[in-house]
């Protein structure tokens, strides 16, 4: 059985879960999962945004052979001019992919395109831009160094030696990466399983009609969006009444299917009562307030008990119900939590800028503000703003947004001009 949370967590001096840190709420939380165990076998081409399983060890040296990192001429540099310029015949030609395969002479060159096997013999390429070439001669000028102008094989991975380590994600960079080495199939862990929920009595899903005082459910959706671009498989459970028994099977069937949960909804002072006590009865579950704004109900724990290879049960993730505190909440907290589940090594922080901000803030210390902000361009510089307004069900803040900025636990107000630390939303890879 997994330690008490609550007690595992106490021993951190600075743990207050009525008032947690934003960056202590994640360490803890990243620090107590750990990643699921199951793995495949895949084609290269089927494993973009798949987690290895395996280092990669280079069965080759990149580049295989010595080649000319140049169009020019491939020569002895012995055979080079103490001063002065050199003149040197032709004795023939390498093509990448096609060797010169004869023996230089002294006073000999070879012509050389990049990417052409270094001849024997040749230790020096001189760029085609300094030769004069005429009637099958060469002639370059003085000031060339030995050894110049040629990638040594091995220079990128020598053969046998690690070219990728197990953990890391496979990006389009990766996948190159292993094809350059002439692997077909990697084993990457198997796609990790996240169950989600929406909780509510007065949220109902689309294709049904709103009745007064009712509100579609958007929750789900935002989930479905960022579980699916992190790679995930997803299993949607729809939306669960707020009633005790509804909640505890809904826990229950999910905590099988699945590595994680993640609901929303339900976690708010007032309404935690049941949910409270049904998590308490299916495993352990912590209630925190967060020192951040939006998003400061969270819950986090376990359903159900691991079995010895650490899979069975489930983590859960109780984000609040209001649509962007979800969201917010979701990278924060649950984004960092599930990569690390899905067996990426290491869980790389999300890089904070300082950009000047254009627009004061109004902003109290005491706690971590995550405000929707749009980077743009003036001139040379990049500035940001907000979105405008920043109440946390404005969806469309989030969807006007490219970043989150983000505005520290002792941080004031923000004056005009002042430089603050933001979180881009979307990378070019
Ligand atoms: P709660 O955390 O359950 O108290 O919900 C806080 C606010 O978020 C309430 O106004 C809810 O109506 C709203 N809300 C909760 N769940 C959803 C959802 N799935 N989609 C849209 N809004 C929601
Ligand atoms: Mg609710």
């Not at 020569?75 to 004869?102: C, H, K, M, V, Y």
């Not at 292993?178 to 009595?201: P, Q, W």
């Not at 009444?241 to 509804?246: F, M």
């Not at 599930?338 to 004061?360: I, K, N, S």
Request: glycine share 12%; proline share 6%; aromatic share 6%.
């Amino acid at each position: 059985p997994v330690t008490s949370l609550a007690r595992q967590f106490g021993r951190h001096d600075s743990y207050t879960p009525d008032a947690l840190d934003v960056d202590l709420g994640r360490q803890l939380i990243l620090d107590t999962v750990r990643p699921i165990t199951g793995s495949e076998r895949l084609p290269l081409c089927s494993a973009l945004g798949r987690v290895l399983a395996e280092t990669i060890l280079s069965p080759i040296a990149v580049p295989a052979h010595d080649n000319s990192a140049m169009d020019g001429y491939g020569l002895r540099a012995d055979d080079l001019a103490a001063d002065g310029d050199t003149t040197l015949e032709i004795a023939g030609t390498a093509l990448a992919g096609q060797p010169f395969n004869g023996s230089l002479q002294p006073g000999q060159c070879v012509r050389i395109m990049t990417g052409a096997r270094v001849p024997a013999g040749v230790d020096t390429v001189v760029m085609q831009e300094v030769a004069h070439a005429a009637a099958g001669r060469v002639t370059l000028p003085p000031g060339q160094r030995k050894g110049q102008n040629i990638r040594r094989a091995g220079e990128d991975l020598r053969a046998g030696t690690p070219a990728l380590p197990a953990g890391r994600l496979i990006r389009p960079a990766e996948l190159g990466l292993i094809a350059s080495l002439g692997i077909g199939n990697v084993a990457v862990r198997r796609r990790l399983r996240v169950a989600f929920f929406s909780t509510g009595d007065e949220i109902v899903s689309i294709g049904n009609a709103a009745r007064e005082g009712q509100i579609y459910d958007s929750n789900r959706y935002t989930l479905l969006g960022m579980l699916t671009r992190l790679g995930f498989e997803v299993i949607d459970i729809g939306v669960v009444r707020d009633d005790p028994h509804t909640l505890e099977t809904t826990l229950r069937d999910a905590a099988t299917r699945a590595d994680a949960i993640i609901t929303s909804g339900g976690v708010s002072v007032g309404e935690a009562d049941f949910t409270r006590e049904v998590m308490a009865r299916l495993g352990e579950v912590l209630f925190w307030k967060i020192a951040m704004k939006p998003g400061r109900p969270l819950a986090f724990g376990r359903i159900g008990q691991p079995d010895a290879e650490g899979d069975g049960g489930a983590w859960l993730f109780g984000l609040p119900g209001n649509p962007v505190a979800a969201m917010v909440a979701f990278y924060q907290f649950a984004r960092p939590a599930l990569l690390r589940l899905a067996g990426v090594d290491p869980v790389a922080e999300p890089p904070l800028l300082q950009v000047g901000c254009t627009q004061a803030i109004r902003k109290a210390p005491g706690r971590t503000e995550f405000l929707r902000g749009v980077l743009f361009r003036d001139g040379a510089d990049w500035k940001v703003r907000t979105t405008g307004p920043q109440g946390s069900g404005l969806l469309s803040s989030m969807a006007d947004a490219n970043c989150f900025i983000v505005l520290g636990q002792t941080q004031g107000n923000v004056a005009v001009g002042e430089l603050v630390q933001v979180q881009v939303l979307d990378g070019i890879v």
